[in-house]
Structures are given as structure tokens and as C-alpha cells.
């Protein structure tokens, strides 16, 4: 690979570029095809000529691509329509819930990275014993089982049986400017376990399969062998040839992953009632709020965009094969 | 014929799968249930989605105790309305197998072609397709699976909705699910058109369309069946999970994930049977299908995944 | 005595049986001589090598006999105790130098890890020791070298760079197993020759693993001959090589290609049952021999003018364009009907390339070819024309991918033979195909098996059938016995000059191999870097080389006369 790391980094904006525009066409067709706009604007009593009127205040007879220019610099700056639900800006709805579902996510992350390395490091360093195969049971029923019934029995055992935990909701929140934490309060940290841990399992999972897979893989390579060969002791082995080796590209499908966690969010918050954006997307999709679906949609596709170009760069920086151009 | 099934008993796979009793013990489950929600017509006690066998008297009846009412004895006890959740529990696994088995259905024959087609077309086809691919694979499943349903919801009139939302089901479930049929079948095909005897039938004559379906697909079905398998399991649980959320199978043809989202309304008020029976019978076929698949994963592709 | 091994028996247990990798194998080791152990795929070599290090793949266990080193037992030796003399005593040197190195860390990084491990230094006088390593293995301007990433280097680099850091614990033992099988032959002879000055002057003991004769010939003194397991005869070198005492030892010597001369045929070795006595078949009225002739005297079959080849690494929309690679340069030749021509080259050299725009899955980016006077480039159009590029066929180099795997070995040969037009019942199709089996010394209960069900040679024979059946005028043979044990190797060459005779073929040979290319080929030209630098008969490429690369090529080429 003979590119700089500019010119990789040109190329993957570029197609990032695409993506949302790709993202954001079909939002917009959304926005414009589905259901027709004006009818659900507006009242019982209209006449033809007060939809008429309508229709071209909202530019709604305008050639197709004017009305994409015009909704994609409406929604740069900010104006992504009103609900058709609420009769709110879309803004501000998305701005009101988005903090719960960042932080839900952000813990949820956290303990997949964490649990989830640390596990399949272990597992791969010892591939037999009983905390190993106890380990791989249940990570196997980890992913066999939907998140909503992960959710509802964790409700079950902790809410229902222990009440130890709340069973929904977020608990008492503490307002930081426009953001609002429930992470400051004891409530609020109790009611962020459950959820936490029922969006993150399967993250987890995933995550400590993966590590498991490529440490062992990376363990029975060549060069391992060659540096056990040289006596170098186990210890040093594992943690700091194996483990390095094992990580680049385990970074790079985390990320991807963990990208996915914020939609993944949409089921856990539905099963303990979190006020979050997934929520709310479920809300809109039962009752066709077009311009809350499409925002969404959008969103989404900006958060991955992002992360994947953040991902794509950390492994540059990492793997020098990719910095350094190779020799013949 | 016979020959080959000869050489199948005694090859490496059945070997190792008469060696796992995870395998053995999976594949009966998975197959039992199967069985029994094909003939859930037949071997069901009650007719719960006729509505004139129903009698709201039978509703909440815990299960195996004589009803106090009418008398009924309801094995896994029944709900609101007074369905037998058995029978329930049947018909529903019945929905979801049939949706799993017809979206993995859609998705094989979608993304088997794509991939074919990309590998041997090359070139701009290629990029298109893998491209699309790549931005669709960074979107989670069921979030397409979901715009799909709201999209669809939105076209249609409402009164056709519940008729047609079993189709719509099926078609975001497998159209979210191509990709990884496409992605595997073209790298296997790339590999196989790497290899030799490719050059070796061209050199003898052999036209592109012959090479791709004599030579190139019979060594991509193994891939195929692997993800296939995988699939399925995950098919299974995005449609629960969509039904979970009420954008899946309707009230009035339920699937367990459906079953499962009425029931939770019940869990705190007492009467456990309605989630508790549903949600294992989603429990047992899950697992055993992800485990088969899991394990048919690990003795296919020993490269890939833990020997 | 540095090691002593004695009656050494290894074990793989597995589903079909116990599988003995090593079978009461004896052999001992005193410093400062480099012992070989030579043998064909499967005979154990490497496994006794794993065995001394402790390092024996799952799940092979060592179930008899001792390995006594400087007075100590190591089999008896706990864990911890073999992971202390490990690099320390003894050292190992793998076979592929592109896996042995960590990619993520500098070569420095990996050198004073190793040096600070083994010995009191201070990481000042640690970072001297490796420079001093580097130059001892024969790395230029290693104070900048130093701070590269393995992939900045060659694969003769990275081995040096490996011989370093074996040196790095100043074992008293070094097992080199296979250490330039992966390289190039100019490359090769450089690495032997800097093992065997190592030996010698550090006063260490040097076990060498390979199944190349030519390289024991060079570089050992006293070598041990491995068959399944077993040490069928030890002695030095010299004397085993002239005169060899086992039958084995005889049948592998016999199979090896003399670099100094010419032989009629390889001796048959009989230990590798590899072959099926043939059925004779009488070629003048068979169906395979109705398209045999005579070949033309100084007809030219093949010409190639001025073929170029560019590769252009794939660009798409969304990446700029990479860089071009040029395989083959403004290269011509022709080939005589009837004859041997051989194109010898190292990797990268374009050969394969070249055999590649001969027969079509590569498109050139200039020049021509012409096969019988037809334009194979822009003039195949009629039925005709494609039925003589059909007599183009060529024979492979890797038997495991040459054959598609999920087909029967009779579908493989029919499959040409009724894309050739052949019109008869299904049962002569049979008998068609279980002569063409016949021929190429295969019995006909092949047919109705899967490829996986063969040996490697055996896997070969298929494909030279597969090609037979188009009844081809033209052969090209690309690397046709790199993949196979030399005694394997010995047969095939002998089918292949045999066929040649029979059915007054045309073959153009390619190999990196110059002693197999001297039994088989008339002529020869040579390649370096995609141009064809000299091309004679080839008898004086050995005996009076005209240009600058083919005489270094012809000093390095390991040497194995008989």
C-alpha cells in the first residue's frame, strides 16, 4: 500500500460522503413518498385549495431534486421537520432523549470491552479446565437468546423475585445543561445495571469469542513457536507478542460492533421502558411518524459513519504493515 | 448414489457429530420441535385462533388445574382470553419456523446469486455489489428490518395490514440478511477461481456459465450450508424480537415473540404461565438451532473458529 | 558428545490408530559438525527436531527412548526447566522465514528482548550485542536496518535476521529445519554457507533438516537417512553419497537429478508404490494415438514475439491508482515441434506469467503468439481455430488445487473428452477413459474416486490424463514436480519423457530447478526480472554460461554429481 495516510483518510471521508448522502436519500423518500405529508398535517376541515396552498408553501411541487437540496441544507442547519406524533421539532425531541440512550450505550460498551477481553483472553490461554468450559456454555447461550428474554428474566430474578434492581425506567436523573445524567444519582446507577448488562451481553459475547478465535490462532503461529524456541517464558508470550498481535484486528471488528449497540439499544429499551431514542424510534414506527423514522435513520448512519472512520484510522496507526509500505 | 452415502456414514463429519452429544442432542430438539409445529394442526388440544371455540371463562386458568369454571384442563394453562397456551405455544412456533425458513429461504437465493455474479463478473459489477453490501452491513439487521416494516405499514391501507404482515416480516428478515450469504459465496468463489483446475477447464473448453455451475458452485455449497444454518437461528431470534417489539406477527396469527409481548403484561400480576411457557419453548428451539449451527461451523471450516 | 539420541520413538495417536511419527530412531551430534537428517515428506525429520526442543505438536508424545544432551536427560526435564535452556542451549531455525519474525515490533525490539533474556547485559551493551548480531549474520548497515519492521525486509533478510536472533543465546546446539526451502536458489546457497561458517567457527552443533540431497551434499558432514520413521542409515557424507549402503538410500540417491550431467532415466524407486503397472495399449489404432504425426523438422509450433506483460494492481472508484508491475518484457522466442524447452527463472521472474499469455488466462499487453500460425490473440474465431488452441493443454504445479475437488477422477477426464467432439456410447467413453488412466500408469478403479483419495504424484498422473484427453500437440508443464517428493518426482519426469516419445509431443518445461531441467529439456532460456537473458541448448547453459546471471545461477545452483 503505497497511499499516505492523507490520502486514506480522503478516500474513506469520500465514502463516508456517500454513505449518508445514500443514508439521507432514502430518509428523505421517506419523508416525501410514504404517506402523504400533507394529509396528516392538516385537520378534518381543509379544502382542495388549503392543501393546494399548502403543498406549495412546503415546496411539496417542486422538481425531486430540489426538494432533496433543499431538505438536506434544511437538515445540516438543524430543522429536520416536526413530529407528526408530538407536533415538536424533531430536534428537540431527538435532543431530549438522546442522553439516556449515550450513556446506557457508553456502560453497556464499557463492560463488553472490559468483561469481553478479559474472558476470551483467559479462555484462550486456557483452553481447558472448568472456568473455561462454564465460560463457553454460557457465552453459547449468550447468543442462542434473544436480548428481550435475556431482559425479561433479568427482570424476573432481580425485580420481580430479589428486588434488588427497578424494573424500568431511569431512575432519578440530575440535569448538566442540556444533558441529563442518571449516572450522579444511586437510583439512577441501579436502574442503569439491568439494562446495561442486558444490551451488553451479547456485545460481550461476540467480543469474547472473537479474542478467543485469534489469540488462538495467533498462539499456534510460526512466530510464537519461534520466540517460544528462543525460551522466552510463557507470561511474556501471551501478554505482550500474543495479546498485541491479537488485538489489531480485534479492534477493528469491536468497533464496527459497538456501533450497532446503540441500535441494539432499541430492543433493551423497550423491554425496561428506558426513555431513550430507541424508544422513541418504536414509538414511531407503530404510529408512522415519518419524520421522527427518517431523523433517526439518519442519526444512526452519522454515529457509524463516524465510528467506522475513527476504527479504520486507530488501525492504521497500529499495524505498521499499513504506514510503512512493504518490501519486495 | 449408493456409493456416496456409503462414503458420507463413514466420513470425518458423521464421525465427529456421533462424538458430540451437544451436536446429537441439539439436532433431536431442533427436529422434535419442527415436527411437532408442522403438526400443530393435528396434535394440538384446543383451536385457539377460532374464535368460536373460545370462552373467556377458560381465561387465566393456571396450568394443569381444572378450571374453576368450566372444567377445562389446560396443560400449560391458558390467558386472557382463554386460549390454551399449548396450543398457542404450537401455532406460534409454527409462525416463527415458517417465517424463519422462508426469510433464510429469500436471503440464500438473493445473495448466493449476488455473490456468484460478483466474483465471476469482476470489475465495476463487483465494486457495485460489494459496496452496497458494505453499506448495508453497517447498519444492524433489525434496523432494516424495521424501516422496511414502517415502510411497508405505511403504504398500506389498514385494513389489509395484519393480512399482509407476515410477508413483510419475511421480506425485511431476508432482505436484511442477504449480505452475508453474498460476502461468503464470493470470497469462496473468488478462492476457487484462484485455483487451477479453473485454467484447466478453460484451457479444455469449458465456457464461463458451465464453469461457474459445474465447477465453482458445487465448492461453495458447504459455505453456503454453514451460514445457512447460522442463519436460521438468527432468523428465529430477529423475528421473535421484531414480534417482541409489535412490529412483527400479528396478535391474530402470533408467533412466540408475539406471545411472548402479551404475556409480559401479565408476569408482575401472578399469572406467570402466559410468558413463562412461551419463552421456553423460544429458549429450547433458539439454542438447539444455534447450537447445530455452531457446531456444523466448527467441523466444516476448522479455519475458521476454535478446532 | 554434544546430543546423544537413543532409540527415540514418537507417537500421534488418532482416530484411525496410533500414527508413529519416529521409530527407534539413534543418531548423536558432537560440536562443531553439521549433521543432516534427510528424508522424503512424512519421514519424521522435523518431528525429532520438535522432539529435542520440547516443542512436539499436540498431540504427539514421545513414548520411548532418551535424548541426552551435554550429559543431561531432556525428555526428563520439567517445563520449566526445558523453557530455561531453550535458546540458551538450543537454539531452533524455522522453515519460512515470513511467519518467524512478529510483525508488530521492530527487529531492535525483538533483539534485546531476546539478548536481555539471556544474558547480564545493560540495555546500552544489549543494543551493541544485536548490532554485532546483525553484522555477524551479514546485514549491511545494520545501525538503520535495526529500526525497521519485519516486512521491510526480504525473505533472505528475515532469515538472517532469524540466524541472529537464534545466535543471540550462543546455543550449543542449532536445529535448522528447513531453513531455505522458501527461498531462492541464489539466496539458498548464501544461508547454507553462512550456517555452515557459524558452525564451525563458534564450535556448535548444527542439525540440518531437509529433504533437498543437493543441500546435504553441500553443507553437512556426516548425515542420517529417514524413511517412515525410521534412520535407515547414518554415515558421512561423502561416503554415503558415493557409496550407499540401504536399498532406500540407494532408490532416494538414484531419484535425486545429477547437476553434472545428463541421465536416459531416473532408476525406479520402488519404495513409493506409487505407480500401477502398465497395461500396454496399442497406440497407432487407439483413439488417443489418431491425431499423433511426425513431427516437422525446424517447424517452429510456437512463436512469441516481443510479449509484454503489465500488471496494473486493481483500482476502483474509490482508491487512486496503485502502482504497475512489469512480469514480462518484449521477451521472444520459439519453440521447434518436437522438442524440450525449458525456461528457468527465480520468483518473479515472469515465467509463470509467460505460460500464462501462452495459454490464454492472461491477455498481454503487447506482442504476439503464434501456435501453428494461428494467432492465439486475435485470430481464434472458427470452430477450427478452437479446436487447434485445444491442443494447447499444460500440467500444473500444486496437485491439490489442480483437480476440483468435488468431482470423480472420471468426470474430470470426460469432461475434455466430450468437449473434443467425442461421439460414442456411454461405455466407450468408459474404456477411453480407463485407458487414458492406463497410460499415465493409474489403474481404472481410480475413475470412480474423489481426488482427495490420492497422493500428491498420483493427483498429477490425473491431471496429465485430463490433459491427454484433448489430444494436445503442445504441453506446458508449469513446476510440475516442485510440489513432489524427489523419488515422486523421478517417476512423473520419467511418464513425462515417456509420453513425449510415444505421442511426439512438444513440451515447454518451467522450473526454478536447473538439474531437473537438464534431464528433461534441449534447450533452454533463462528469465531475471521478466527479460529472457540468454537461451542455448542445454548442455552449454551448464558447460560454458554466456551471461553474468546464468553463471551465477549455474555457482550457486546447490551441486549433487553422480
Known amino acids: ?328 | 448414489m449408493i456409493e456416496g452415502w456409503r462414503e458420507f456414514v463413514r466420513s470425518n463429519f458423521i464421525y465427529s457429530f456421533s462424538r458430540a452429544p451437544v451436536a446429537i442432542g441439539s439436532f433431536v430438539i431442533a427436529s422434535s420441535l419442527i415436527l411437532f409445529a408442522i403438526a400443530a394442526p393435528f396434535i394440538s388440544p384446543y383451536t385457539p385462533y377460532d374464535p368460536a371455540t373460545l370462552n373467556l371463562m377458560n381465561g387465566f386458568s393456571a396450568p394443569l388445574a381444572p378450571n374453576a369454571f368450566t372444567g377445562d384442563v389446560f396443560i400449560f394453562g391458558s390467558d386472557d382470553q382463554g386460549r390454551d397456551i399449548l396450543s398457542t405455544i404450537l401455532f406460534g412456533m409454527r409462525v416463527s419456523l415458517f417465517v424463519g425458513f422462508s426469510a433464510v429461504f429469500l436471503a440464500m437465493i438473493l445473495g448466493v446469486a449476488l455473490g456468484l455474479v460478483a466474483a465471476m463478473a469482476g470489475g465495476v459489477i463487483d465494486a457495485i455489489i460489494m459496496r452496497v453490501a458494505d453499506i448495508q452491513l453497517s447498519f444492524p439487521s433489525i434496523l432494516i428490518a424495521m424501516l422496511i416494516y414502517g415502510i411497508a405499514k405505511g403504504i398500506t391501507p389498514p385494513e389489509m395490514r395484519n393480512e399482509v404482515a407476515i410477508w413483510v416480516l419475511i421480506l425485511s428478515i431476508g432482505l436484511s440478511d442477504w449480505v452475508q450469504f453474498a460476502r461468503v459465496v464470493r470470497g469462496s468463489a473468488m478462492v476457487e477461481l484462484q485455483k487451477e483446475y479453473v485454467e484447466a477447464a478453460k484451457l479444455i473448453g469449458v465456457n464461463r456459465v458451465a464453469i461457474a455451475f459445474r465447477h465453482i458452485f458445487p465448492n461453495v455449497v458447504p459455505s453456503v450450508l454453514v451460514i445457512a444454518t447460522i442463519s436460521l437461528a438468527l432468523a428465529i431470534i430477529s423475528e421473535a424480537t421484531l414480534s417482541f417489539l409489535g412490529v412483527g406477527a400479528p396478535p391474530t396469527q402470533p408467533s412466540l415473540g408475539t406471545l411472548i409481548r402479551i404475556g409480559q403484561g401479565f408476569l408482575f400480576s401472578g399469572e406467570w404461565w402466559i410468558i413463562f411457557f412461551p419463552s421456553l419453548a423460544l429458549l429450547l428451539l433458539a439454542l438447539s438451532v444455534n447450537l447445530l449451527g455452531d457446531w456444523l461451523r466448527n467441523t466444516l471450516n476448522p479455519n475458521v473458529g476454535i478446532k | ?562
Open chain 1, 1 to 328: 500500500m503505497e497511499l499516505s495516510l492523507f490520502q486514506y483518510l480522503i478516500r474513506r471521508a469520500l465514502q463516508s460522503g456517500v454513505v449518508l448522502l445514500v443514508t439521507g436519500l432514502i430518509a428523505f423518500s421517506m419523508f416525501r413518498f410514504v404517506g402523504d405529508p400533507v394529509e396528516n398535517m392538516m385537520g378534518q376541515e381543509r379544502t382542495d385549495a388549503d392543501i393546494e396552498l399548502l403543498r406549495e408553501k412546503l415546496g411539496l411541487n417542486d422538481p425531486f431534486f430540489i426538494q432533496y437540496w433543499n431538505f438536506l441544507a434544511d437538515a445540516a442547519q438543524g430543522d429536520l421537520g416536526i413530529s407528526f406524533r408530538q407536533g415538536r421539532p424533531v430536534v428537540e425531541v431527538l435532543i431530549e432523549r438522546l442522553p439516556a440512550t449515550i450513556e446506557l450505550a457508553s456502560v453497556s460498551a464499557f463492560l463488553a470491552i472490559i468483561v469481553g477481553i478479559t474472558l476470551g483472553v483467559y479462555v484462550a490461554i486456557k483452553p481447558f479446565g472448568w472456568i473455561t468450559n462454564t465460560v463457553l456454555t454460557v457465552s453459547l447461550i449468550g447468543v442462542s437468546l434473544p436480548t428481550f428474554l435475556i431482559g425479561i428474566m433479568l427482570i424476573y430474578l432481580f425485580a420481580v423475585e430479589l428486588s434488588w434492581l427497578p424494573s424500568f425506567g431511569r431512575g432519578e436523573t440530575v440535569q448538566i445543561g442540556w444533558w441529563s445524567t442518571g449516572l450522579l444519582t444511586v437510583s439512577g446507577v441501579k436502574a442503569i445495571i439491568l439494562p446495561a448488562v442486558t444490551l451488553g451481553l451479547y456485545q460481550m459475547t461476540m467480543i469474547m469469542r472473537l479474542v478467543r478465535s485469534e489469540m488462538s490462532e495467533v498462539l499456534n503461529s510460526d512466530f510464537i513457536r519461534f520466540a517460544r524456541s528462543r525460551g522466552l517464558p510463557e507470561q511474556k508470550i501471551n501478554f505482550r507478542h500474543a495479546l498485541k498481535n491479537t488485538l489489531v484486528p480485534v479492534i477493528t471488528v469491536t468497533g464496527l460492533q459497538l456501533g450497532s449497540i446503540i441500535a441494539f439499544a432499541i430492543i433493551t429499551e423497550t423491554v425496561f421502558q428506558w426513555p431513550g431514542l430507541g424508544l422513541l424510534f418504536i414509538d414511531s414506527v407503530q404510529f408512522v411518524d415519518i419524520p421522527i423514522m427518517a431523523s433517526y435513520l439518519m442519526f444512526i448512519s452519522l454515529m457509524f459513519v463516524s465510528i467506522n472512520l475513527i476504527v479504520d484510522i486507530l488501525y492504521v496507526m497500529i499495524d505498521p504493515r499499513l504506514r510503512i509500505g512493504e518490501a519486495s
Open chain 3, 1 to 562: 558428545m554434544l546430543l546423544a539420541i537413543e532409540n527415540l520413538t514418537i507417537r500421534y495417536p488418532s482416530r484411525f490408530g496410533d500414527f508413529t511419527a519416529v521409530d527407534e530412531a539413534s543418531l548423536h551430534l558432537d560440536r562443531g559438525e553439521v549433521l543432516g537428517i534427510v528424508g522424503e515428506s512424512g519421514a519424521g525429520k522435523s518431528t525429532i527436531g520438535n522432539a529435542i526442543m520440547g516443542l512436539l505438536q499436540a498431540p504427539g508424545k514421545m513414548v520411548g527412548g532418551s535424548i541426552i544432551f551435554d550429559g543431561q536427560r531432556l525428555d526428563l526435564l520439567s517445563k520449566k526447566e526445558l523453557i530455561s535452556l531453550r535458546g540458551k542451549k538450543v537454539g531452533m531455525i524455522f522453515q519460512d522465514p515470513m511467519t518467524s519474525l512478529n510483525p508488530l515490533e521492530t527487529i531492535e525490539a525483538q533483539l534485546l528482548e531476546t539478548v536481555l533474556l539471556h544474558s547480564d547485559l545493560s540495555k546500552a551493551d544489549a543494543k551493541l550485542r544485536a548490532l554485532e548480531l546483525l553484522s555477524e549474520v551479514g546485514i549491511s548497515a545494520p545501525a538503520e536496518r535495526i529500526k525497521q519492521f519485519p516486512h521491510e525486509f526480504s525473505g533472505g533478510m528475515r532469515q538472517r535476521v532469524v540466524i541472529a536472533l537464534v545466535l543471540a543465546g550462543n546455543p550449543d546446539l542449532i536445529i535448522a529445519d528447513e531453513p531455505t526451502t522458501a527461498l531462492d536458489v541464489s539466496i539458498q546457497a548464501t544461508i547454507l554457507k553462512l550456517i555452515r561458517t557459524l558452525c564451525h567457527h563458534k564450535n556448535v552443533g548444527v542439525i540440518l533438516v531437509t529433504h533437498d540431497m543437493a543441500v546435504i551434499a553441500e553443507t553437512t558432514d556426516r548425515v542420517a537417512v529417514m524413511h517412515r520413521g525410521k534412520i535407515v542409515e547414518t554415515d558421512n557424507t561423502k561416503s554415503l553419497i558415493a557409496s550407499p549402503k540401504h536399498a532406500y538410500t540407494k532408490a532416494l540417491i538414484s531419484a535425486v537429478p545429477p547437476s553434472n550431467r545428463r541421465i536416459d532415466r531416473f532408476t525406479h524407486v520402488d519404495f513409493a508404490k506409487d505407480r500401477h503397472d502398465r497395461k500396454s495399449i496399442d497406440l497407432k489404432s487407439h483413439w488417443v494415438g489418431k491425431e499423433v504425426y511426425e513431427p516437422a523438422a525446424e517447424k517452429e509450433l510456437l512463436k512469441v514475439q516481443n510479449l509484454t506483460k503489465v500488471f496494473n494492481a486493481r483500482s476502483s472508484i474509490f482508491s487512486p491508482k496503485r502502482g504497475s508491475t512489469l512480469a514480462v518484457d518484449n521477451v521472444t522466442f520459439s519453440i521447434l515441434d518436437g522438442e524440450s524447452y525449458g525456461i528457468v527463472g527465480e520468483s518473479g521472474s515472469g515465467k509463470s506469467t509467460i505460460a500464462r499469455l501462452i495459454s490464454g488466462i492472461h491477455k498481454p499487453t503487447d506482442g504476439s503468439v503464434l501456435f501453428d500460425g494461428l494467432d492465439l490473440l486475435n485470430g481464434i474465431k472458427s470452430v477450427q481455430d478452437k479446436k487447434k488452441k485445444r491442443k494447447i493443454q499444460m500440467i500444473f504445479q500444486d496437485p491439490y488445487s489442480s483437480l476440483n475437488g468435488r468431482m470423480r477422477v472420471e468426470q474430470i477426464i470426460s469432461e475434455p473428452l466430450l468437449l473434443g467432439g467425442f461421439e460414442g456410447s456411454k461405455a466407450e467413453l468408459q474404456q477411453l477413459v480407463y485407458d487414458l488412466l492406463f497410460l499415465v500408469e493409474l489403474e481404472s478403479g481410480a475413475a470412480s474416486k474423489y481426488p482427495h483419495a490420492f497422493s500428491g504424484g498420483q493427483r498429477q498422473r490425473i491431471s496429465i490424463a485430463r490433459a491427454l484427453a484433448s489430444r494436445p500437440k503442445f504441453l506446458i508443464c508449469d513446476e510440475p514436480t516442485s510440489a513432489l517428493d524427489v523419488s515422486i518426482q523421478a517417476q512423473i519426469l520419467n511418464l513425462l519423457r515417456d509420453l513425449q516419445q510415444r505421442l511426439n509431443l512438444t513440451y515447454l518445461f518451467i522450473s526454478h530447478d536447473l538439474p531437473v531441467m537438464r534431464q528433461v529439456c534441449d534447450r533452454i532460456a533463462v528469465m531475471k526480472n521478466g527479460s529472457l537473458v540468454e537461451e542455448c541448448p542445454a548442455e552449454e547453459i551448464f558447460t560454458s554460461p554466456q551471461h553474468s546471471y546464468t553463471k551465477d545461477l549455474i555457482r550457486l545452483m546447490p551441486k549433487f554429481e553422480r
